[in-house]
């Protein structure tokens, strides 16, 4: 994912947010950048497209795709 975003320290940084989300949730990989931001400098780009696509895209198309599935394997 660090390629695809741009090989920069925000995409980095993004990528630091991708391994929170694969932890669970938005919360988690909001932590993960802020840790790797105290460490290292501030990336305000990362914080604006990591939440937005983790609580947005993410939840909305999770719940869609739970919603499908039960309706094909509930009778």
């Known amino acids: 994912m660090f390629r695809l975003m741009g090989r920069d320290y925000d995409s980095a940084v ?3 947010g991708l391994c929170g989300f694969m932890l669970g949730t938005t919360a988690n990989a909001v932590a ?3 840790a790797l931001v ?3 400098g501030p990336a305000p780009r990362a ?4 939440p937005m696509v983790g609580a947005f895209f ?3 198309s999770n719940a869609m795709i739970i ?7 509930s009778g």
């Open 38 to 40: 105290h460490k290292y």
């Open 47 to 50: 914080f604006l497209v990591v």
């Open 67 to 73: 919603t499908v599935f039960l309706n094909l394997f």
């Open 58 to 60: 993410i939840d909305f």
């Open 14 to 16: 993004m990528g630091g």
């Open 32 to 34: 993960n950048m802020e």
